[in-house]
């Protein structure tokens, strides 16, 4: 089974500056995909971002990146630019990516980190 | 709006009641997903339905049920309700097929209180 670890409950950032949020995962896998998602105090799970496991490139939206090692499991997620807006807790994801598998669909996600901007 | 509509948005019931959630998934979506988030627990995948048929399961309890009707709309049932079921329920849907990286669209979720 898969798993997804978010190490860090708390993360703050002022407002402009850059904050890094890390996640790691496992898996016997070697097709995947991983996103990270933002839960603002609305709830609604918006997607910020996603990684495909085959692609050396790291994704980029906007002030979103991601730094994807792929050798050692990880994926964190860099905000340029921090903006008030971002204020939110984050999710990070990990979903199969073998199409045949009963549980294609399914994410897995870690437990979250809350995002405080300061002005 | 993400297209995915969940009712109710709050609901507050008594321990060994029995409630249903309802979730109509977005158009042209053929797969439903329910998931749970809870504050000890976290976010947690309980079951899929894809096309009215049960595709994959989770941490479900047996206290919970799922269907997905032939309009695709899908209800999640919890009976015997107890204080630890308190917490967020999330519907999600996607397309018939996941292809690459396409992503599951989230409904606003129903917050379940019990008292």
């Known amino acids: 089974a898969q798993t997804v670890t978010q190490s860090q409950p708390e993360m703050s950032v002022q407002e402009a500056e850059t904050v890094t949020l890390s996640c790691t995962y496992d898996t016997s896998e070697s097709d995947y995909y991983l996103f990270w998602y933002k839960q603002p105090p609305s709830r609604q799970m918006i997607l910020v971002i996603r990684q495909e496991a085959y692609k050396q490139q790291n994704a980029t939206e906007n002030r979103f990146s991601v730094n994807f090692q792929k050798a050692a499991k990880s994926f964190s997620l860099k905000i340029s630019d921090s903006q008030l807006g971002d204020a939110a807790m984050y999710f990070c994801?990990?979903?199969?990516?073998?199409?045949?598998?009963?549980?294609?669909?399914?994410?897995?996600f870690g437990q979250g980190t809350i995002l405080t901007v300061h002005p | 709006d993400s297209g995915v509509t969940q009712t109710p948005k709050h609901l507050i019931t008594a321990t060994g009641q029995r409630v249903t959630l309802r979730c109509s998934p977005r158009?042209?979506?053929?797969?439903v997903y329910w998931y749970q988030q809870s504050l000890d627990q976290g976010l947690q995948f309980l079951i899929q339905y894809y096309n009215g048929e049960e595709r994959a399961k989770g941490n479900i309890l047996e206290r919970f049920s799922a269907q997905q009707f032939p309009d695709l709309h899908s209800e999640l049932n919890l009976s015997s309700l107890e204080l630890g079921d308190s917490a967020l329920y999330f519907c999600a849907s996607s397309d018939r097929q996941l292809i690459g990286a396409n992503v599951l669209t989230f409904g606003a979720g129903s917050r379940l209180t019990v008292l």
């Open positions: 158009s042209g979506d053929l797969s």
């Open positions: 994801a990990y979903r199969s990516g073998n199409a045949g598998g009963t549980s294609y669909g399914k994410l897995t």
